[in-house]
């Protein structure tokens, strides 16, 4: 067999950042049920002078090649912020990431994973933890059971066999994220619904749309109350200010009010849910391009969203309230609001919610209590560099 060459590339060259999308981009095609998604916007998260995750982190791209041709990728990165966090929580000193990983082989896997590490060994860390692309924010986890049907708009797809090639380079699972579906057009059981009238009596709470009157201080008030809630999750990494601006920029087209909820308890913002109609189903339709004619499918779409999945990326409540019961009582609430309106506005039928941390006993509660069942698992891995 041919010699295999690994190759460095640079995010910040805009034709070697191409040949890394690319790469992946052929892998992808091959995988059963993959939605290809816009290149235009796999572009952008690789360019450092677009994406705020490269103001705190430091990334190095691989390319692996046999006779000139490409057989695999991966990503090496160091996220200062998750230098900063505590080890208890996932991230911590010397732990560094890989991500982006697609190879032809299991030869060609086990020479860019060694290829990744010895740049993050280089660099003093003394974990690797992935596969991460390239924020936990972003695509977290190996897709390791759920491979039989489409995955939800930002949620990553991978082959099977990607995980044995990862498991025989030494790695092992540090942590498993899950996602979980439901039925959204049969209301919920009895008990919830008791909980949710109970609620709507509390002349205390409120449960309002988001982004109505105030759409860029309705996206700082969810991020506050992210950046909260989640901030003793294992993983957690906060939102510095460029980024909340970012994702507020890059989300506004597909926000739509009625699907996103904050909770306020006696005027103050306490609890939000954020919902997004699946727009892998119309780009699957477009293969992932633009041109000739897929931005036209893309903006009728954008007009008029509907979808028959609606997924929940996030969700959460003030540190203060959680483990209570008014927590699962707002959260039950937003979900059956939003639900109707799903329903009712956009056609959905089916709903997605997560990725949650398969320890996480509160949402984890909160999906069984809904009758859901879980579709999805992802992996991160670990390995001592």
Known sequence: MSDIV???????????????????????????????????????????????????AEVQLFAAYRDDKPVGRISAHIDRLALAMPAEQGMGPGTGN???????????????????????????????????????????????????????????????????????????????????????????????QRIITSGERNSRITIREAGVDDYAGDVRIILAILNDAWS??????????????????????????????????????????????????VLSRIDGRLLPLGWLHVMRWLRNPKARTMRVPLMGVLKEHQNSRLASQLAFMMIEYIRRDAVAKFGATRGEIGWILDDNQGMVAIADALNTKVNREYRIYQKAL
Do not use: C
């Open 98 to 192: 890989f991500g982006y990983f697609d190879a032809a082989d299991a030869e060609v896997a086990q020479r860019l994973l060694a290829r990744a590490e010895e740049w993050l060994r280089g660099a003093g860390m003394t974990r690797a933890l992935g596969p991460i692309s390239l924020s936990v924010w972003e695509e977290p986890g190996l897709l390791t059971a759920g491979h039989d049907h489409a995955p939800t708009m930002m949620m990553g797809h991978h082959p099977a066999h990607y995980r044995g090639w990862i498991e025989a380079a030494d790695y092992h699972a540090a942590k498993t994220l899950l996602t979980y579906e439901l039925d959204i057009t049969v209301p919920f059981p009895p008990l919830i």
């Open 6 to 56: 690994i190759r460095t590339l640079s995010a910040a060259d805009r034709s070697e950042r191409g040949r890394f999308v690319d790469i992946g981009r052929q892998f992808s095609r091959a995988v059963a049920h993959y939605v290809p998604q816009l290149r235009s916007e796999q572009m952008e998260l690789l360019d450092p002078r677009r994406n705020p995750f490269f103001d705190h």
């Open 232 to 281: 003793d999750n294992w993983g957690f990494i906060p939102f510095t200010d460029r980024e909340i601006d970012y994702a507020a920029r890059k989300l506004k087209p597909v926000i739509n009010p009625e699907l996103v909820r904050i909770a306020e308890l006696e005027g103050k913002p306490v609890a939000f849910m954020l919902t997004l109609p699946d727009m892998n189903e």
